[in-house]
């Protein structure tokens, strides 16, 4: 699944977070993106919702057209798999792995030709320069934060990892992070994804 990119505007700091550096924060963070295709990865992706549900979502990527789906929510779980224009479920409660049909694949397929057509970044990112989260430095880059309809006042901010140059995290929540995100994308790299038909 692609990253939405485009949700928000741009500017402003998170406490703690040093004023906004000099940089073309979103031709860094469409670089990122687009060096992180050139290898299998994993997203990991919380969201909350007003009630306080969460839901959880793990997808992996194998380039150059597969991908695998995990979505949990209310101890349910659901797992697609999509390898170019095919695509499978498994609904869970024994229920195996099933092939889908055409019409309901090519919604697997749309989403797996997303994550793999070239990154276009069209929202404006500040650069705050080296920030800490959970322990590491990364670089970060923030939108505008935005107020929406909640009365909450949310901007994204994508954290890159400065040793490799990929994304680390996507995060949507207050902008001086002082309470819980609505979004947590974490992206990892593992050597041993690898997806084939069921």
């Known amino acids: 699944m692609r990253i939405p990119l485009i949700a928000l505007s741009c500017a402003a700091l998170a406490a703690g977070v040093p004023a906004a550096v000099a940089c073309d924060g979103k031709a ?32 992996d990527f194998q380039p150059p057209d597969k991908m695998y789906r995990k979505a949990t929510a209310g101890g349910e779980s659901i797992e697609t798999i999509g390898i170019s224009k095919w695509a ?20 697997v397929t749309l989403q797996v030709e ?13 650069c705050l320069g080296d920030v800490t989260l959970d322990g590491k430095s990364y ?23 400065p040793a490799t140059g990929l994304p680390a995290f996507n995060i949507v929540g207050p902008p001086d992070a002082s309470g819980d995100p609505v979004v947590k994308g974490v992206f990892t790299y593992p050597t041993d994804i690898k997806i084939e038909r069921p």
Request: glycine share 6%; charged share 25%; aromatic share 10%.
């Open 139 to 161: 670089r970060a880059y923030q939108t505008t934060p935005e107020k929406i309809a909640t009365g909450e006042t949310l901007a994204r901010t994508i954290y890159v990892d």
């Open 114 to 126: 997303e994550a793999f057509a070239p990154p276009r970044v069209t929202a404006d990112f500040n």
């Open 88 to 107: 499978w479920s498994n609904l869970g409660s024994g229920a195996g792995w099933e092939e889908l049909q055409p019409m309901h694949a090519r919604v």
């Open 28 to 59: 860094d963070v469409e670089a990122a993106f687009v060096k992180q295709q050139k290898q299998p990865w994993r997203t990991e992706v919380v969201t909350k919702g007003q009630d306080g549900t969460e839901q959880r979502q793990r997808f």
